[in-house]
């Protein structure tokens, strides 16, 4: 039985994701990167708060993703905003585009890690956008495991 990866080498999560959206489903993309973004990346200094994947000419882009110039790079550095092309198979991508072309749902990226082999992969959800009630249900939930587990260390 295969275990599910764990990702200790993160670089950079969207935290608000999983408050704002209904994820129904997760895919790993790769990402096609320039060497000053890669080592940019290792430093830790990215942020995809903002970001989103759209569709263009049949390929998923990540637009609006936040990399840093690397210092050391002097004038081979790279674009900080720009976009960056995510790598799926053609099934997966297909998936991808014909889920956000349905009502309320659009392509999220969850975080962006380095997997085992030292490569750059980007976690990509599915997602549907919460309503607000749904988003105080989401806190108050938040709120009683939280209380809870307080109340039973304290009993001990």
């Known amino acids: 039985m295969a275990t599910k990866p764990t990702h200790s080498n993160t670089v950079a999560?969207?935290?608000?994701a999983r408050f704002n959206y209904e994820i129904e489903?997760?895919?790993?993309?790769?990402?096609?990167?320039?060497?000053?973004?890669?080592k940019s990346l290792r430093e830790g200094?990215?942020?995809?708060?903002?970001?989103y994947a759209s569709e263009d000419g049949g390929e998923l882009w990540l637009v609006n993703a936040y990399i840093p110039e690397y210092n050391a790079?002097?004038?081979?550095?790279?674009?900080?905003?720009?976009?960056?092309?995510?790598?799926?198979?053609?099934r997966e991508i297909d998936k991808l585009i014909g889920a956000s072309n349905k009502d309320?749902?659009?392509?999220?990226?969850?975080?962006i890690h380095f997997n085992n082999r030292g490569i750059a992969k980007c976690t990509v959800g599915i997602a549907r956008g919460k309503k607000q009630y749904d988003k105080r249900e989401t806190q108050k939930r938040r709120d009683w495991n939280r209380q809870k587990q307080r109340l039973l260390r304290d009993k001990g």
């Open 104 to 111: 309320g749902m659009t392509i999220v990226p969850l975080d």
């Open 25 to 38: 489903e997760t895919l790993e993309a790769g990402l096609v990167l320039q060497g000053s973004e890669v």
């Open 73 to 90: 790079a002097n004038q081979f550095n790279h674009e900080t905003h720009r976009p960056r092309k995510l790598l799926l198979k053609a």
């Open 13 to 16: 999560r969207n935290r608000k």
């Open 45 to 51: 200094r990215a942020n995809i708060a903002e970001a």
